[in-house]
């Protein structure tokens, strides 16, 4: 079983930053890809930024330039630093890890979700 906590979301004006945490736990033997969605209200969820491993990244157009996800393998960890917010980014982030459990099982979790609010 993999557990995912994330943290972070919260009420942010225009122009303002935010930062994601998302903290893995649980029988887990190796993660590869750490991935970042999102879902606005009467909106499909959607992918917002991965990265691999060995840290290789990939951004959604949309976030290009203002975000940046990086993760801390030692703590099963991936954040996502948010610059420059719009109000167009206001949803609900929700972390996505995969990986092997101890035991060889593969594993694909989500997590609860944050909520990211952009108003003024």
């Known amino acids: 079983q993999v557990q995912l906590v994330e943290s972070g979301g919260d009420l942010v004006q225009p122009g303002g930053s935010l930062r994601l945490s998302c903290a893995a736990s649980g029988t887990i033997s190796i993660i590869y890809t750490m991935n970042w969605y999102r879902q606005s209200p009467g909106e499909q969820r959607g992918l917002v930024a991965f990265?691999?491993?060995?840290?290789?990244?990939n951004y959604a157009a949309s976030v290009k330039g203002r975000f940046n996800i990086s993760r801390d393998n030692a703590k099963n960890t991936v954040y996502l630093q948010m610059k420059s917010l719009k109000s167009e980014d206001t949803a609900v982030y929700y972390c996505?890890?995969?990986?092997?459990?101890?035991?060889?099982?593969?594993?694909?979790?989500w997590g609860q979700g944050t909520r990211v609010t952009v108003s003024s």
């Open positions: 990265i691999t491993r060995g840290g290789n990244r």
């Open positions: 996505n890890v995969g990986g092997v459990l101890e035991g060889g099982f593969p594993f694909d979790s």
